[in-house]
């Protein structure tokens, strides 16, 4: 177990309006100012998915680029942007987000239903996600929404190697209609079915999220919070900002004895090499 604990906010989403959600950051201007509340509260990660100038979800490759290099002087941040996009986005869109230099990427193993929706990995996409993120030095981040998908990533490393960084870290998105629960229960499944040496953190969806906070700290794993996931703080009580999730968290893992881990910490964990000063790779 590690002594202190990686959070990674996810500030957006590809799911939520903002006519719904008022407080949902979706201009660059929101993110950076997210971005920059969040490291202070504790974040060492940012996992990102953009907007259009409707609100609306894109994978624009020129808001990415954009978004990127915004992030970087603001924050110290690990910028990670999301393959995942939204239910609707094409592969080649998806692949060609790597192509915006961030640090790090999300890499989901396998389909699952997702509401009424249904979020398409197929085999040889993820294989060619993993592929591109080694030759392009970006460590990804294995999102596991189900337990098959642990049996997938046991595949993926069996036939294709070790990701760029040489070590695996996990995200368990639980609670997702369709998915895994959010429950003690699967997440204990989950981390039984971790390849050996990995890490992880664990999302818990609405409801789930305080439980499933719990259960992954006392597991020895990390944190992602954020309004891509969670919308509501209390019963009755909207979240007011991300910073507020993070601000949970990292209260909640101090209580824990497992502190908030700085952005250099994060790094060596994640692998990812430190950034020269002033550095963009776009
Ligand atoms: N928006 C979901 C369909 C990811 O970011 O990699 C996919 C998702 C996972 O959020
Ligand atoms: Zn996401």
New binding site residues.
């Given amino acids: 177990m590690t002594a202190r604990t990686l959070i990674a906010v996810?500030p957006t989403?590809?799911e939520s309006a903002k006519a719904d959600v008022p407080a949902l950051p979706v201009t660059l201007a929101e993110l950076v100012d997210t971005a920059r509340a969040c490291a202070a509260a504790g974040a060492s990660v940012i996992?990102v998915?953009v907007r259009d100038d409707d609100a609306r979800p894109t994978l624009d490759l020129g808001r990415l680029r954009a978004t990127v290099e915004a992030l970087r002087p603001e924050t110290e941040l690990i910028v990670q942007l999301?393959s995942?996009g939204a239910v609707t986005d094409p592969e080649a869109d998806r692949l060609a987000v790597l192509d915006a230099g961030p640090d790090a990427a999300?890499c989901t193993m396998g389909t699952v239903n997702f509401g009424t929706d249904v979020f398409l990995n197929r085999w040889e996409f993820i294989v060619e996600l993993h592929q591109r993120m080694r030759e392009r030095q970006i460590v990804p981040e294995y999102e596991i929404f189900d337990l098959g998908h642990l049996a997938a990533l046991h595949r993926l490393l069996d036939k294709h190697g070790p990701p760029y960084g040489d070590h695996v870290h996990c995200d368990l998105v639980m609670g997702v209609p369709g998915g895994m629960p959010g429950t003690v229960q699967a997440l204990t499944a989950a981390v039984q079915l971790l390849p050996a040496g990995a890490t992880f953190a664990a999302t818990g969806v609405g409801r789930t999220t305080v439980p499933v906070l719990l259960a992954a700290l006392s597991a020895g794993g990390h944190l992602r919070v954020g309004m891509?996931d969670t919308l509501t703080f209390a019963p009755g009580q909207p979240v007011r900002d991300n910073a507020q999730l993070v601000s949970r968290a990292a209260t909640i893992a101090e209580l824990a004895l497992r502190p908030p881990m700085p952005v250099d910490e994060a790094r060596a964990l994640l692998g990812i090499p430190d950034r020269p000063a002033g550095a963009s790779r776009g």
């Fill in positions: 996810a989403g590809a996992h998915h999301s995942g999300s891509e």
